[in-house]
């Protein structure tokens, strides 16, 4: 139960258009602009749809409100909460959701390639985005980028999970089971045992190195190799500390993690698929 129907409705609705709004950072074909333009429109559409939650929901209230007078059923207790409360919970969602695709983009800002005839480690060689090769790194617009992207990036891996620590902090076990906190920050927490409510900056640090292998290491070897070091240090936490209340979410977790642990390609079958083959 992450919420009342209401906030289950009105999240669910920026759900689907979360899910069609690409804020990723790969460049546009053929639009005609130029690179930086494209990276802060991207950049900002996040943001754009947390302002949409934030100016949607007290309308969709209000309307809410005035269809049970009209019917002249009673007004559930849970309309009449803050508002504050209501926007702060859908807002947390919304960024939530948006974290896996937000800082795989904000990698990419840093993914280069050397030029064709060169090395990546020639100081000399000019390096071009992956992403968009017409552009070269380090200069110019791409500059103006990649302060952006450290911003962001120090927003999302730094001062997200740092707040959802403070939330969760110890001395703060008394309100987290206070309605209108669990209304703002519920989304964080619900589910987990106690004394585990900061389990989810460890599924967002987990989320933040898989975006790292999935930019940077594109050899099939070496990404294979890291996703299995990464998904084995999370089945061994998951069963060190079996972090949700119910025996079956920690069950369908270990389930999940093992299941992607033996259906990854391992890097065994990588080399061996590498050597050629003799005559």
Same mark, same amino acid.
């Given at each position: 139960?992450? &919420?009342?129907?209401?906030?289950?409705?009105?999240?669910?609705?920026?759900?689907?258009?979360?899910?069609?709004?690409?804020?990723?950072?790969?460049?546009?074909?053929?639009?005609?602009?130029?690179?930086?333009?494209?990276?802060?429109?991207?950049?900002?559409?996040?943001?754009?749809?947390?302002?949409?939650? &934030?100016?949607?929901?007290?309308?969709? +209230?209000?309307?809410?409100?005035?269809?049970?007078?009209?019917?002249?059923?009673?007004? %559930?207790?849970?309309?009449?909460?803050?508002?504050?409360?209501?926007?702060?919970?859908?807002?947390?969602?919304?960024?939530?959701?948006?974290?896996?695709?937000?800082?795989?983009?904000?990698?990419?800002?840093?993914?280069?390639?050397?030029?064709? &005839?060169?090395?990546?480690?020639?100081?000399? $060689?000019?390096?071009?985005?992956?992403?968009?090769?017409?552009?070269?790194?380090?200069?110019?617009?791409?500059?103006?980028?990649?302060?952006?992207?450290?911003?962001?990036? +120090?927003?999302?891996?730094?001062?997200?999970?740092? $707040?959802?620590?403070?939330?969760?902090?110890?001395?703060?076990?008394? *309100?987290?089971?206070? *309605?209108?906190?669990?209304?703002?920050?519920?989304?964080?927490?619900?589910?987990?045992? %106690?004394?585990?409510?900061?389990?989810?900056?460890?599924?967002?640090?987990?989320?933040?190195?898989?975006?790292?292998?999935?930019?940077?290491?594109?050899?099939?070897?070496?990404?294979?190799?890291?996703?299995?070091?990464?998904?084995?240090?999370?089945?061994?936490?998951?069963?060190?500390?079996?972090?949700?209340?119910?025996?079956?979410?920690?069950?369908?977790?270990?389930?999940?993690?093992?299941?992607?642990?033996?259906?990854?390609?391992?890097?065994?079958?990588?080399?061996?698929?590498?050597?050629?083959?003799? $005559?």
């Amino acid at each position: 139960a992450k &919420g009342t129907a209401l906030f289950v409705d009105f999240t669910s609705y920026f759900t689907r258009l979360a899910s069609a709004l690409d804020v990723g950072f790969e460049p546009v074909a053929c639009s005609g602009w130029s690179y930086l333009p494209i990276f802060l429109a991207k950049a900002v559409s996040p943001y754009l749809l947390i302002a949409c939650v &934030g100016a949607g929901l007290p309308g969709l +209230i209000a309307f809410r409100k005035a269809r049970l007078r009209k019917a002249g059923e009673e007004i %559930d207790e849970d309309l009449n909460l803050p508002l504050r409360s209501r926007l702060v919970g859908a807002l947390v969602f919304v960024m939530y959701y948006l974290f896996p695709g937000t800082v795989i983009g904000q990698f990419k800002t840093f993914h280069c390639t050397e030029a064709i &005839g060169t090395t990546f480690d020639d100081p000399e $060689a000019e390096r071009y985005l992956m992403t968009d090769l017409s552009v070269t790194c380090y200069e110019d617009e791409h500059m103006a980028s990649v302060w952006i992207a450290v911003a962001l990036l +120090i927003f999302y891996i730094v001062a997200v999970p740092g $707040a959802i620590g403070y939330i969760t902090r110890a001395s703060n076990r008394n *309100k987290l089971h206070t *309605k209108s906190y669990r209304m703002k920050y519920g989304f964080l927490y619900n589910g987990y045992e %106690d004394g585990r409510e900061w389990w989810e900056v460890c599924v967002l640090f987990r989320k933040t190195v898989i975006a790292v292998v999935l930019v940077y290491f594109k050899d099939p070897f070496i990404q294979s190799f890291a996703a299995l070091f990464v998904l084995t240090l999370a089945l061994y936490a998951q069963l060190e500390f079996k972090p949700y209340k119910r025996a079956i979410l920690n069950r369908v977790e270990e389930l999940g993690l093992t299941c992607l642990l033996y259906t990854s390609p391992s890097p065994r079958d990588l080399s061996t698929s590498r050597m050629p083959s003799s $005559a």
